[in-house]
């Protein structure tokens, strides 16, 4: 049974460029949750995708987007790159919004601005 | 806005030593309280939770953590300790009923020494 899958698995890009990350949840599992966890921090929730709809934000600007794909697969955007982006980004699965049920994460992509 | 505080950013424990891993956390509703694991290069891992019910909790890997509603603690305890439970630690909070996110503490580097 697979588990959450994250690609790619590191990234380097440059001030002010755009990347894109990718995330297949867990098999069963429909609802997708981003977060950023910088250097010695904990994660930090941007936003939850659900029926391929944002359904929760956190305090994250609009150059962080998002979305969902009808496999539930999920893509996390962020525009106009700033170094203070570097951090490893998680992505966690669970069932129907259902935190309850616990989220299972990647191992996550380590993007590094420069 | 709700807030989780790890009082230890490091604890170094000899191996079979018991350990205490420390979290407090601000609610004035209902939480479920939650205690992931991250190993070297890797996404996180639930260790246990708690939604209602018994106040000690039992997870994998030998953990527990008890919930004490009037201190606002959820702390994590081992009896004993072995090398393979280095690694970071982070509490987690949900920040009210119908929030769909978790709010991490910063985390606690646990370091077992042989």
């Known amino acids: 049974d697979a588990g959450v899958t994250q690609s790619p698995t590191h990234l380097i890009k440059t001030r002010g460029q755009q990347v894109t990350l990718r995330c297949s949840p867990k098999s069963g599992h429909d609802t997708v949750s981003w977060y950023q966890q910088a250097l010695g921090q904990g994660p930090q929730f941007i936003f939850q995708?659900?029926?391929?709809?944002?359904?929760q934000r956190g305090n994250f600007p609009d150059r962080f987007s998002g979305h969902q794909f009808p496999n539930y697969s999920s893509e996390l955007n962020v525009n106009a790159l700033w170094l203070g982006d570097s951090a490893l980004y998680l992505c966690a699965s669970s069932l129907k919004q259902r935190i309850a049920y616990g989220y299972t994460f990647g191992s996550g992509t380590r993007l590094t601005v420069v | 806005a709700q807030s989780v505080t790890q009082l230890d950013s490091q604890v170094p424990v000899f191996e079979e030593a018991p350990v205490e891993l420390r979290c407090n956390y601000s609610?004035?509703?209902?939480?479920?309280l939650f205690w992931y694991v991250q190993y070297p290069n890797q996404g996180l891992q639930l260790l246990l939770k708690?939604?209602?019910?018994?106040?000690l909790v039992k997870g994998i890997n030998g953990f527990e953590a008890e919930f004490n509603k009037s201190q606002t603690s959820f702390h994590l305890r081992k009896p004993s300790v072995h090398i393979s439970d280095t690694a970071e630690y982070f509490c987690a909070v949900r920040p009210g009923q119908g929030a769909q996110k978790l709010v991490f503490g910063q985390g606690t580097r646990l370091t077992i020494n042989p």
């Open positions: 609610s004035s509703v209902s939480v479920y």
């Open positions: 995708y659900y029926e391929e709809e944002e359904r």
């Open positions: 708690y939604l209602s019910g018994s106040t």
